[in-house]
């Protein structure tokens, strides 16, 4: 989904921002707890988030703990950000650095990380509650009239947009989320929704 094309100064937005590319990430490694840095190209990623990010008036800006997401909101030209420690990432516990299909491969079967969860790690319930709380801290500022941006991970930021649009936390199974992209959710006509989904910096020019 396109960004649109003009930000309606009436109607505050929730940001969205997916950390950029990681080893990791690049290689489908699911990375919960570890800090893995940012990549060349997820340097490249986050600094060129600048311009789209100049578009909001942010009344609050929350982002993970791990350096990732804390380096991407630094090089996107965010200011201020207020550390917060339930957005971050799904803890994969025993499947932390490995892939799905070395998952399923090891399980002799499928794996659904959003109906299974992770063992000794968390289920799609678990994200869901440290999210509720998160959209309780925004929504305030929102009521406002503020833009309020999230600075973090692929799981955890589908789990809020599953939450946002008052769905299960599993539902974060169906809004892929690429890293160093932008995402926009709102309101129309007073019904939660997505506004712009999945956007890459060029998206913004």
């Not at 396109?2 to 690049?26: D, F, I, K, N, P």
């Not at 709102?186 to 020019?205: F, S």
């Amino acid at each position: 989904m396109r960004a649109r094309s003009g930000h309606a100064a009436a109607m505050a937005t929730l940001v969205l921002l997916r950390h950029g590319q990681t080893e990791w990430s690049r290689d489908g490694r699911h990375t919960g707890q570890t800090n893995v840095p940012l990549t060349d190209v997820g340097r490249d990623q986050a600094r060129a988030l600048h311009p789209a990010m100049s578009r909001f008036h942010f009344g609050l800006v929350l982002v993970s703990p791990r350096s990732r997401a804390v380096e991407t909101a630094s090089l996107a030209g965010i200011g201020d950000p207020t550390v917060d420690e339930d957005l971050v990432e799904w803890d994969y516990g025993e499947y932390e650095g490995i892939t799905t299909p070395q998952i399923r491969e090891s399980l002799g079967r499928p794996w659904n990380m959003w109906q299974e969860g992770a063992p000794g790690g968390e289920r799609a319930s678990d994200v869901g509650r440290r999210i509720d709380r998160v959209l309780a801290r925004v929504e305030p500022v929102l009521a406002s009239g503020r833009d309020v941006c999230l600075v973090a991970h692929g799981h955890s930021l589908r789990v809020v947009t599953a939450r946002w649009l008052g769905l299960d936390p599993a539902a974060g199974a169906h809004f892929v989320l690429d890293t160093g992209t932008v995402s926009e959710l709102g309101l129309e006509h007073e019904r939660h929704a997505v506004l712009g989904w999945n956007i890459p910096a060029c998206g913004y020019t």
